[in-house]
């Protein structure tokens, strides 16, 4: 397997953070198409191992391209930053009062009637939260690093709260 | 792609080349087996023309099986000796099946794994056992029609299956004698049914619910490309539960409670199931039981069933609203509800499903025949018999799979719904000063607490070298394949000290036993094995070879330098050498020389696949743009 190939290259898509879902699909389809243990089930014992290898590489790419953050993240590997290693990295004070109003807003919501309405309303502001860090990020991981890795570590922080409501939404759901 | 495929794209099979494939759905209540002939995909019937065999096992004192209606017949009067519903024992402890609460109509012994072994006038047999005697008919059924051994089939099962059930399905199918493509899960297999017939595209809900397991599946249907987006369900809930409810609301009602015995309520859940089936068609029925002591005469109203299945079918809707969230789509986005399973006929089920998706659930195919009709015609594009079909299945893990942590909590590695196949690799590390020895436990769910889930395995990695406490670095690798089976291997990484494991299932048969339950079902003698062996190792030997010449003048001069191709034809002539020889052992190392000298070429080939099959995409959006 050519493990030279990065992600981008896989799926022959240029090197960048803003992805076409629906190219991407496509294409993740047509790998695994030609790929796939399903297109090996008479062929050789070292045929069918290198079909797996293939189509997992192909899910594990797809499945890092699909989600901005973890698009981000690889971008950073790219360039040379380890993100796993700055999980303790210093964020930006004011981001972290933030962040704790945003905390409390959501745990307040589990009381209350309207709870689910008032829950959906959290979720769209997270979400602009969110969209404008991709942005952010967008503009600087070509040319700032350091900035690029602070809007990650951010992203980070607000996808541990998407998934918090989401959480609450399943309670109150009673999945 | 594969160096196997002969056939050129385009040319058709030689019609006496097509290989006999099947599709097997091997369900709690019946079974089925499908083949594909000619344009037709058609589930096959017993020589009486009935199609669905019930799947149920009677063990003989003479040592004869009877499977199928024959067996069902006598359930009522030995009930011991006849196994019902063994699905839900497919990989279950003894203390789970116990409480399955209607299989109580059976003694118990545990086997030295915890594996539920049923004591029956034949010895004790293992669930793994029961259900290879169901596939060992159905075989035979698909053998005498189509005349001739079966290359191979693709068995179903419910999605929402974890790691060991889909283990003891392979199992029993390994001790049936067949050859097994692929498990496909169920609701992908009616969704394929359907998928072909209609050309749909679109998202797809499958609300799957048989004697025994519930399965919800979403699925993106895009140009013959089968995608589960989400998959959810109960591998406990079926129309069994709606029987159960019947029979126990029979004995409330009689004033019986406690006083029934083993036969009594096998009787009773059959009244309870053509009670149910009526309640179909029918507003009210009467009741009237008449069994030893028992008498009971009474009305039984569609209404009453409502109320005491609610909750049931409550439980299975919430588990859609689920799978739905999990797809990250809306109810607004599901173009099609496909209706799966003999307990969707129950007009509660119906109406509640219309409901929640806001759309007429779809039957057209019968909801008894349609998953096995799915895999029938996944086997025969497995089997080889459709080169050109473009039909891909790509299926998700339906349970996350993770790891025991320090204080009976889990640490999930990989997430439900993640494609597969799918490999995690994960870093631990030595909590003690030399410690030397690390017990990694694997586990299947999405609960919290390691009580919680279902236990997978455990196993020890040993010599781990001393070090202080957190300096050891053991990486262990988790690897789901296209099955949904698992593989788990550590490695400490300092060192390179490894181990591996084939996730066996807590309570699954290991190696040895299903090696010696293989042996003593056949009576080949001594030397019809040998002739086998070297017949086997000739015919592999040439396929590696015609496999290799037809790769070669396809690819070889764009792949390979001239010094590569040199090479190859040696080994080529190395093995053509040996093969009219009388030495089976001479052959195979010939036939892995070969193999093993054509490894660099094969992996070039598959990487020149992929990017063949991209640059072919970005001709046509090119001209799109252009135009």
Sequence with gaps: MDFKQNYFEIFQLPVAF????????????????????????????????????????????????????????????????DMSAKANAPVDPGFLMEQMELREDLDAIEEGDD???????????VDEILAGLEQEFASTWQNDLDAAEQSVLKMQFITKLRDAAEHLEEKLLDY | MTLLQITEPGQAVDPHQRKRAAGIDLGTTNSLIATVRGNETRTLPDMAGRHLLPSVVRYLGDGKVAVGDEAADAARQDPLNTIVSIKRMMGRGLDDVQNLGDQTAYHFAASDGGMPLIQTVAGDVSPVQVSSEILKSLVHRAEETLGGELEG????????????????TRDAARLAGVNVYRLLNEPTAAAVAYGLDSGAEGVIAVYDLGG???????????????????????SALGGDDFDARIANWIIERSGFAGQIDHGQYRSLMYEARRLKEQLT??????????????????????????????????????????????????????NNVIMVGGSTRVPLVKQEVGKFFGAEPLADIDPDRVVAIGAAIQANILAGNKPDDEMLLLDVLPLSVGLETMGGLTEKIIHRNTPIPVSRAQEFTTYKDGQSAMLVHVVQ???????????????????????????????VVFQVDADGLLSVSATELTTGVAASIEVKPSYGLSESEITNMLKSSFEHAEEDAQARSLAEARVDGARVIDALRAALKQDGE?????????????????LSAVLDGQDAGAIRDATQALADASDEFAARRMDDSVRSALAGHSIEEFDEEQQ
């Design chain 2, 445 to 475: 769910g999405e609960r919290e607490l390691v009580s919680d889930c279902r236990s997978l395995a455990r196993f020890e990695l040993r010599g781990i070298p001393p070090m202080v406490a957190g300096a050891a670095r053991i990486g």
């Design chain 1, 18 to 81: 803003d992805v076409d879902l629906t190219t991407l699909g496509d294409r993740y389809r047509k790998a695994q198409g030609s790929v796939h243990p399903d297109k090996f089930a008479g062929a050789s014992e070292r045929d069918k191992r290198l079909s797996v290898q293939w189509a997992t590489r192909i899910n594990e790419a797809y499945g890092t391209l699909k989600s901005p953050l973890s698009r981000a993240v690889y971008l950073l590997t790219l360039s040379g930053v």
């Design chain 2, 281 to 334: 068609n029918e507003a009210s029925v009467a009741v009237n039981v008449e069994l030893g002591a028992l008498r009971f005469e009474g009305e039984l109203t569609r209404d009453d069933f409502e109320q005491l299945i609610k909750d049931l079918v409550a439980n299975s809707i919430k588990a859609c609203r689920r799978a739905v969230r999990d797809a990250g789509v809306t109810t607004g986005d599901i």
């Design chain 2, 153 to 168: 089939v693709v068995t179903t099962v419910p999605a929402y299956l974890d790691d060991a059930q889909r283990q003891a």
């Design chain 2, 558 to 574: 764009r792949l390979l330098s001239a010094d590569e191709i040199r090479d190859l034809e040696t080994a080529i002539s190395a």
């Design chain 1, 115 to 125: 709870a689910l309405e008032r829950l959906d309303v959290f979720k769209r502001r």
């Design chain 2, 212 to 234: 025994g397991t519930f399965d919800i599946s979403l699925l993106r249907l895009n140009k013959g490309v089968f995608e589960v987006l989400s998959t959810g369900g109960d």
